[in-house]
């Protein structure tokens, strides 16, 4: 069992930025890769980045390449979204995500993942 606490979102204008941050508990965090993902009001959840259990490989939706950033610290068995230049349709319940499968890459596919956060809250006005 991992549970995963996200935190981090709120009211924000166009052009700002947020840091999410994802805390774990159970398991062995080092181990997994770990993913954001996103859903809209009215929208599916959507990928938005993920990055390896060791760091080196990351993953960005098109969408947010080149303004958010994904990183870890695996000390504090936390995992982070750094949210820049933000747009009003970045506006959406964020969650972060575990896979324990070990794979090289980290998945973009939701349904590779295995426990999920309770997600939070990121609007952005324009």
């Known amino acids: 069992q991992v549970d995963l606490v996200e935190s981090g979102g709120g009211l924000v204008q166009a052009g700002d930025s947020l840091r999410l941050s994802c805390a774990a508990s159970g398991g062995t965090f080092s181990t997994y890769n770990m993913g954001w993902f996103r859903q809209a009001p009215g929208k599916e959840r959507e990928f938005v980045a993920a990055?390896?259990?060791?760091?080196?490989?990351?993953n960005y939706a098109d969408s947010v390449k080149g303004r958010f950033t994904i990183f870890r610290d695996n000390a504090k068995n936390t995992a982070y979204l750094q949210m820049n230049s933000l747009k009003p349709e970045d506006t959406a319940v964020y969650y972060c995500a575990v896979d324990r499968s070990r794979s090289a890459v980290p998945p973009r596919q939701g349904r590779d993942y295995d426990y999920w956060g309770q997600g939070t809250q990121v609007t952005v006005s324009s």
């Open positions: 990055i390896g259990r060791i760091a080196a490989l990351t």
